[in-house]
């Protein structure tokens, strides 16, 4: 699980093809202080599994479904990725819960300084904009945002200057393409929504105080 606050901004370093699969290798350092292999990693916000490293790169494998739903199959080398590693129990929660698994490719359709912020226009598809809400969280190319205006098949969010900085939002540019992940909880809603009245309370009945303490959910 990852939380959507950028650790480094990471390089390309080489990209190898395969006939439906990617395998990437990113230069980077702060986020390789405590890698092992296995390791997950975000890039660009997609949860990608450590097969090699040294002290100055990691290498992943990118399957075809991941190919086919993001843009990593877009990167080629010297560009510019987002990495963050996995949220440690004990560290601050400061985004939101993201959990590195792409719903859909999202294209900037406008980029305008508002102030100090700069304000990015996204589009996406249907099957990504039904859990989109105004004020709601959403993950762009594994940043955690808040949503601040939307249409029926856009976005905006603002990003205050340290985030333009310190992530690729702040390099690309309209038409380019960006990983999204709506908010997991919004999901599980719909899916309980979803549901007959039977099923909801066999699903409610599960859920006891004393379940919840035993899990660490309540005090």
């Not at 990471?10 to 390791?39: M, Y």
């Not at 100055?56 to 080629?76: G, H, I, Q, S, Y």
């Not at 601040?148 to 969010?157: A, C, I, Y």
Request: with cysteine; charged share 25%.
């Amino acid at each position: 699980m990852f939380t959507g606050l950028v650790e480094e901004l990471g390089r390309v370093r080489n990209i190898v093809r395969g006939a439906k699969s990617v395998r990437i290798t990113v230069s980077a350092r702060l986020v390789l202080g405590d890698i092992k292999l296995g390791d997950s990693m975000a890039v660009n916000g997609t949860c990608l599994t450590v097969v090699d490293f040294t002290d100055e790169w990691f290498t992943a494998d990118v399957m075809p479904e991941t190919v086919e739903r993001t843009a990593l199959a877009k990167l080629k080398a010297g560009d510019v990725v987002n990495l963050e590693r996995t949220l440690k129990v004990g560290d601050r929660f400061g985004g939101h819960i993201v959990s590195g698994h792409i719903d859909g490719m999202g294209t900037i359709l406008d980029k305008e300084q508002n102030d100090i912020a700069v304000v990015v226009k996204i589009e996406a598809r249907p099957e990504v904009m039904r859990y989109i809400v105004k004020k709601g969280s959403v993950a762009i190319d594994g940043i955690s945002l808040t949503v601040v205006e939307l249409g029926d098949s856009w976005f905006t969010v603002s990003l205050i200057p340290h985030t333009a900085a310190a992530t690729t939002l702040g390099i690309k540019g309209v038409r380019d393409k960006v990983n999204l992940e709506t908010d997991i909880i919004g999901k599980y809603i719909e899916k309980f929504m979803r549901l007959g009245p039977v099923e909801q309370q066999q699903v409610k009945s599960g859920l006891t105080a004393e379940f919840l303490l035993e899990n660490g959910f309540a005090l």
